[in-house]
């Protein structure tokens, strides 16, 4: 089949194999030429070529071999680039670890229902601050839910600032405020004495104590499953609030807030619901409140929302409102009676009265109708006294 040349030889009757050197590996391309002496000799000229090009850097293998197997292990891959929304991804794996149950549930909504399907395929680092404000001003929803949002995307760009994957974090110190009109509806809609008479009435056994104790303590629902017996201070007269659980978490955790670990004292009312209670759980020496369907401990406020709430409301003949309204309404009763809004911020775990301030202020109004007339007693009688016999 004609004579033999350096790195070329026959392969079969219809091709020539070219043998060569490329980037340390030895490589074997097949062309299909019948090995004629001429042919060989082209194929020579060829291989030349190509080494001549590998030594001047400029062999683009591909494009010399196109329909090559081994060509593919040299193509260039472009640099993968890091979107927000790989970032987020990763970054919510690691938080899961870190964070309570329903906490990470709301980062896990926020990152997978926002954020990656409006901003997830903007490289890393090219999200500007502009990028987000017009993400934030054409985004329907609330102020609120929008510095929520923000907010976990601020957390996340944090962390990659720290783990040296962007320069800086564009939203650092950053807020974007949204105007709103006022509210149309006040969320703060509290049970009248009336309507508690009339949803205690149609509730029995254990879900009347539960919602007779939410009544009286102000205590977040969350908190009201996760308690136990032994929370219970019966000399002192007080609760002691230390967990929290809801649908997400599937054992109890630490409370919403550091100043939601508190005591809550009982009142009367909160008292009685507890003693109607101890047939039903003390026992067990565990959890205070079940489920009476299931006898085992509550899975969260969704089953108290949907199996008895809504169904005694109705029955009740009471406008439906939210299980939290419970808490409003020992906010305002206490308020309303003329109860310290330190102590009221106290029992409901708030940090200071400047929640209770902006929350409940209307009923702080109907605290004291005669207002003043305290201190006019105490000092203008004093005051106007000396004035006229000066």
């Known amino acids: ?50 080494l001549d090009a590998i030594a001047r850097g400029v062999f683009d293998y591909l494009t010399t071999f196109p329909k090559s197997k081994t060509a593919l292990k040299f193509v260039k891959k472009p640099e993968s680039v890091l979107t927000l929304e790989l970032y987020l991804e990763s970054w919510l794996k690691q938080k899961e670890r870190e964070l309570k149950a329903s906490t990470y549930k709301d980062y896990e909504r926020i990152v997978y229902k926002v954020l990656i399907p409006r901003l997830g395929k903007t490289p890393l680092g090219e999200l500007t601050r502009s990028m987000i404000r017009t993400f934030a001003s054409e985004y329907e929803a609330g102020s609120k839910r929008i510095r929520n949002i923000l907010s976990v995307l601020r957390i996340s760009l944090t962390n990659a600032v720290e783990d040296e994957l962007i320069e800086n974090n ?35 056994g254990q879900v009347q104590n539960l919602v007779q104790f939410a009544f ?63 047939p039903f759980t003390f ?7 079940q489920n009476p369907r299931t006898m085992e401990p509550w899975k969260g406020d969704l ?18 409102r939210r299980p939290y309204q419970t808490r409003h309404t020992y906010a305002s009763m206490m308020l309303s ?26 009923f ?27």
């Open 303 to 320: 089953p108290i929302r949907q199996s008895y709430w809504k169904p005694a409301l109705k029955r009740a003949g009471v406008i439906y």
């Open 337 to 362: 009676a003329g109860e310290n809004p330190m102590w009221v911020a106290q029992q409901m775990g708030h940090k200071d009265w400047s929640m209770i301030r902006k929350v409940y202020g209307r």
């Open 170 to 204: 564009p939203i650092a110190e950053w807020s974007c405020k949204i105007n709103e009109g006022p509210k149309e509806v006040d969320d703060v809609d509290p049970f009248t004495a009336e309507e508690q008479i009339a949803i205690l009435s149609v509730l029995t």
């Open 1 to 50: 089949m004609g004579r033999n040349l350096d790195g070329v030889r026959a392969a079969s009757a219809k091709t020539i194999e070219i043998d060569f050197y490329y980037a340390g590996a030895r490589c074997r391309e097949r062309i299909k030429l019948v090995p004629t002496p001429a042919n060989l000799k082209r194929a020579a000229q060829h291989r030349a070529s190509i």
């Open 216 to 278: 009286w303590t102000g205590a977040r629902t969350s908190e009201l499953v996760a308690l136990e017996w032994k929370d219970i201070d019966w000399n002192r007269g007080v609760v002691r609030i230390r967990r929290a659980k809801t649908q997400e978490s599937k054992v109890a955790e630490v409370t919403k807030t550091t100043s939601g670990n508190r005591e809550i004292k009982l009142l009367p009312p909160a008292l009685e619901a507890l003693k109607a209670q101890k």
């Open 364 to 390: 702080m109004a109907e605290v004291v109708p005669n207002a003043g007339e305290s201190a006019v007693r105490a000092f203008a009688s004093k005051i106007f006294a000396e004035r006229k016999t000066a």
């Open 283 to 289: 026992l067990k020496g565990k959890e205070i409140f």
